[in-house]
T-cell receptor, first 117, second 114 residues
Framework: NAGVTQTPKFRILKIGQSMTLQCTQD?????MYWYRQDPGMGLKLIYY???????DKGEVPNGYNVSRSTTEDFPLRLELAAPSQTSVYFC????????????????FGPGTRLTVL | AQTVTQSQPEMSVQEAETVTLSCTYD???????LFWYKQPPSRQMILVIR??????QNATENRFSVNFQKAAKSFSLKISDSQLGDAAMYFC???????????FGKGTHLIIQP
């Protein structure tokens, strides 16, 4: 298993440009997440998904969009890049057992370092 | 909203000695989950240890153990026999269960002195 993979590893954008960060997991996890990590800070939740076709906002969703058309993929879209979106972006996934209020461990991808100039 | 506080921005320890990293959290829930993640310079987030709040026994994983004090809302990580490979940022994280993601502290930078 490759686990959680993210592409690209690095990207530089100009203000106003758009891009999609890709995330794929091969562990058949139903839950997927996007976080951002600003310098000297912990991770903050942008969006999450509990299954294909279902997404919801996290703590810092402004400026981002997501979709979940398959169990494996959870892309993050930046429509109009701004310098405030310069950060490291992490995708994560976990498995939650149906009808059980619990949480399993989240497994993280290697991250994408995005710079907006 | 839940909050996680790590009051030690940086800690330093001699190789082979023991170090304890502190974490406190705030929640009104009775069932929840706590985690310690390690982030080396590669940026990869690596799970170190996990604790379920309903379990009274402290979790251990080889040289890593926690001191979970539910009433005090404290969740410290003890690293025994510190090794050079333990040098990293360590993040404490909280989950209320379900799908609402993790709440992270700001991290503690652990330095291992040879």
């Amino acid at each position: 298993n490759a686990g959680v993979t993210q592409t690209p590893k690095f990207r530089i954008l100009k203000i106003g440009q758009s891009m999609t960060l890709q995330c794929t997991q091969d562990m058949n996890h139903n839950y997927m997440y996007w976080y951002r990590q600003d310098p000297g800070m912990g991770l903050k939740l942008i969006y999450y998904s509990v299954g294909a076709g279902i997404t919801d906002k996290g703590e810092v969703p402004n400026g981002y969009n997501v979709s979940r058309s398959t169990t494996e993929d959870f892309p993050l879209r930046l429509e109009l890049a701004a310098p405030s979106q310069t950060s490291v972006y992490f995708c994560a996934s976990s498995y939650a057992r149906p009808q059980v209020t619990s949480t399993d461990t989240q497994y993280f991808g290697p991250g994408t370092r995005l710079t907006v100039l | 909203a839940q909050t996680v506080t790590q009051s030690q921005p940086e800690m330093s320890v001699q190789e082979a000695e023991t170090v304890t990293l502190s974490c406190t959290y705030d929640t009104s829930e009775s069932d929840y989950y706590l985690f310690w993640y390690k982030q080396p310079p590669s940026r990869q987030m690596i799970l170190v240890i996990r604790q379920e709040a309903y379990k009274q026994q402290n979790a251990t994983e080889n040289r890593f153990s926690v001191n979970f004090q539910k009433a005090a809302k404290s969740f410290s990580l003890k690293i025994s026999d510190s090794q050079l490979g333990d040098a990293a940022m360590y993040f404490c994280a909280y989950s209320g269960g379900g799908a609402d993601g993790l709440t992270f502290g700001k991290g503690t930078h652990l330095i291992i002195q040879p």
